[in-house]
């Protein structure tokens, strides 16, 4: 098929509805943190109570173009990989990789940080947590030694040992996220070519993010260089969990994904050395310690042909026994 053809196949007006609405809300639901001040006590709950909110607003945006602009019309469930979880074999395989591979992938990051003297490690009384929750603690007026508390190798222990659990409890957050991305925009872009609609939808993913960021999220920049550090650590990421959805058919391998990174991106800062002051452009799974480990697992799976073993879906058996195979968007999966 030309380019001119696929270009065709891509139901545009459904794209820039689902992305101005996406955006847009993102940008009211913020509103409030751009209208306040930030040295009001109660901000940073505020400020986590909006962030998480805003994370539904992909979910608003596939509900009108599927809904109102009846974008697919048909076997929605199935085309925006919510159900069903066929073969259930193979969703199940990618559903534990997707649990435990960001967790994995953040650990390489750190380690790559550490490689290059981005970042100093404390393995022995992880100073670096314990200074965090000093920190945390000192509003109350108390610090951890007046708490009694176990030693500090067994508290940092037990947190890396609930980042599973804390990954099943992001996934209801980042549901509302991984529907308009994964679910909805990167099959509708996919008539385009596989990574063209990665990259892309990627790139739509970081944008959104910008009433956040430059409020200082995740890098302390409140300017376009925040935002671009974003971009491309969702350019990174969105890689790999949109090789997650177009893998495995499913939606809910990349909802994990995301769900396990939230939990596991502030590893950094639990084996971290107190006094120092890492840049999280550098260090974090979004700066540029992640993106190398994401590009080098990005290059792996190209190399094994992964990116061009993407299955179709099959809606139905005839009587003959052959598939009849359902489309998405503009193109199978």
């Not at 969703?91 to 970042?119: D, K, R």
């Not at 037990?158 to 996934?171: D, K, M, R, T, V």
């Not at 549901?175 to 990574?195: H, K, S």
Request: aromatic content about 12%; hydrophobic content about 55%; glycine content about 10%.
């Amino acid at each position: 098929m030309s380019r001119s053809g696929r270009f065709t196949q891509v139901p545009w007006r459904a794209v820039i509805v689902f992305t101005t609405v996406a955006m847009g809300l993102a940008w009211v639901a913020a509103l409030p943190l751009w209208l306040l001040d930030s040295e009001r006590p109660g901000y940073q709950a505020l400020f986590g109570a909006i962030a998480s909110g805003m994370m539904f607003t992909p979910l608003i945006a596939t509900s009108v173009v599927v809904f109102l602009l009846k974008c697919p019309q048909e076997q929605r469930p199935r085309l925006l990989g919510i159900w069903p979880l066929r073969p259930a074999g193979r969703v199940v395989w990618f559903i534990v990789l997707g649990m435990f591979a960001p967790i994995l992938l953040v650990s390489f990051s750190v380690w790559v940080a550490t490689l290059l003297g981005w970042l100093e490690l404390d393995l022995v009384s992880f100073s670096g947590f314990t200074e965090l929750l000093n920190e945390q603690l000192a509003p109350m007026g108390m610090d951890a030694s007046s708490l009694g508390l176990p030693p500090m190798s067994l508290l940092v222990i037990a947190q890396i040992a609930s980042i599973p659990i804390g990954a099943l409890f992001n996934c209801l957050f980042a549901f509302g996220e991984e529907v308009g991305w994964r679910g909805w925009l990167l099959p509708a872009l996919r008539p385009l070519g596989t990574w063209a609609s990665l990259l892309i939808s990627s790139v739509i993913w970081g944008l959104w993010h910008a009433p956040v960021i430059l409020l200082g999220y995740n890098f302390d920049r409140t300017d376009v260089v925040g935002l671009l550090l974003m971009v491309v650590g969702c350019a990174a990421w969105g890689v790999f969990f949109g090789w997650l959805r177009l893998r495995s058919a499913s939606l809910w391998p990349a909802v994990i994904a995301h769900g396990s990174l939230n939990a596991a991106a502030g590893l950094f800062m639990l084996l971290g050395a107190a006094g120092a002051q890492p840049d999280a452009a550098l260090v974090s799974p979004l700066g540029v310690a992640g993106w190398i480990v994401l590009a080098v697992t990005s290059v792996i799976l190209f190399a094994c042909g992964q990116f061009k073993k993407q299955p179709v879906l099959a809606e139905k058996r005839q009587n003959d026994g052959s598939d009849v195979v359902t489309p998405t968007l503009g193109e199978v999966l």
